[in-house]
């Protein structure tokens, strides 16, 4: 059975940091792009981050790049997304979620399992 958990989440106070992680299970890891995506109240859910199954390579939303860094150790099956000038705008639960192949995707369609969430609250 595909599991993937989330935590590290919190409340942290604008300009700080926090490092998610999401651990996954019931798959081959390797085999798997990994996305980050987060949903706040009322708003649709958006994509924040991925990294491919191959070699690596990422891709973030516009509105976390150069704030936000995905990584992913496959000898642990784990994903990480270390946010860094967090804003109140970044307040939202925080899911990890896999899709077979080596493309990068932000688009929640694209994504197969999906974790329960992390909630992530940045105060002014």
């Known amino acids: 059975e595909v599991q993937l958990v989330e935590f590290g989440g919190g409340s942290v106070q604008a300009g700080g940091s926090l490092r998610l992680s999401c651990v996954a299970f019931?798959?081959?890891?390797?085999?798997?792009?990994i996305g980050w995506f987060r949903q706040a109240p009322g708003k649709e859910r958006e994509g924040v981050s991925c990294?491919?199954?191959?070699?690596?390579?990422?891709d973030y939303s516009d509105s976390v790049k150069g704030r936000f860094t995905v990584s992913r150790d496959n000898a642990k099956n784990m994903v990480y997304l270390q946010m860094n000038s967090l804003k109140p705008d970044d307040t939202a639960v925080y899911y990890c979620?896999?899709?077979?192949?080596?493309?990068?995707?932000?688009?929640?369609?694209?994504?197969?399992?999906w974790g329960q969430g992390t909630q992530v609250t940045v105060s002014s």
């Open positions: 019931g798959f081959t890891f390797d085999d798997y792009a």
């Open positions: 990294i491919s199954s191959s070699d690596g390579s990422t």
């Open positions: 979620a896999i899709k077979r192949g080596i493309y990068l995707a932000l688009e929640s369609y694209e994504y197969d399992y």
